[in-house]
Nanobody, 122 residues
Framework: QVQLVESGGGLVQPGGSLRLSCAAS????????MAWYRQAPGKQRDLVAS???????DYANVGKGRFTISRDNAKNTVYLQMHSLKPEDTAVYYC????????????????WGQGTQVTVSS
C-alpha cells in the first residue's frame, strides 16, 4: 500500500501562486508514476499533470504554461507549482499514483490522497 498526503492548499488572490506538495509513504517502490487531479464543485475529477519515475512530465491543457509538476525522490514528494491562478482553478486538488505504467490518460490511479482545497478569490 501507498499513502499519499497533500498539503499547501489555501486561499490565494487571482494572479497569485501556490505550491502543493504530496508526500508518499509505504510501498514507494510500487509507484511507477504520480499525478495531480482536481475536482471543482459539481464537476468531474480531471487530470492536471503527471510525472513518471524517469522524470517525464505531461500536462493537461488547463495547466500548460502555468503549472509545473516536479518531484524530490529523496523526500518521496511530488510538487505542483501553480502560477497566474484564476478563479476557475478553484478546486480540491488530489495527488495520485500508479502501480504500473505511466499514462494516466489510459487508466485510473491505484492510489489517491485525501485532497487539498485551493480557492482563488479576491
Amino acid at each position: 500500500q501507498v499513502q499519499l498526503v497533500e498539503s499547501g492548499g489555501g486561499l490565494v488572490q487571482p494572479g497569485g501562486s501556490l505550491r502543493l506538495s504530496c508526500a508518499a509513504s509505504g510501498s514507494i517502490g510500487d509507484v511507477s508514476a504520480m499525478a495531480w487531479y482536481r475536482q471543482a464543485p459539481g464537476k468531474q475529477r480531471d487530470l492536471v499533470a503527471s510525472i513518471a519515475g524517469g522524470g517525464n512530465t505531461d500536462y493537461a491543457n488547463v495547466g500548460k504554461g502555468r503549472f509545473t509538476i516536479s518531484r524530490d525522490n529523496a523526500k518521496n514528494t511530488v510538487y505542483l507549482q501553480m502560477h497566474s491562478l484564476k478563479p476557475e482553478d478553484t478546486a480540491v486538488y488530489y495527488c495520485s499514483a500508479l502501480r504500473s505504467g505511466t499514462d494516466f490518460r489510459l487508466r485510473l490511479p491505484d492510489y489517491w490522497g485525501q485532497g487539498t482545497q485551493v480557492t482563488v478569490s479576491s
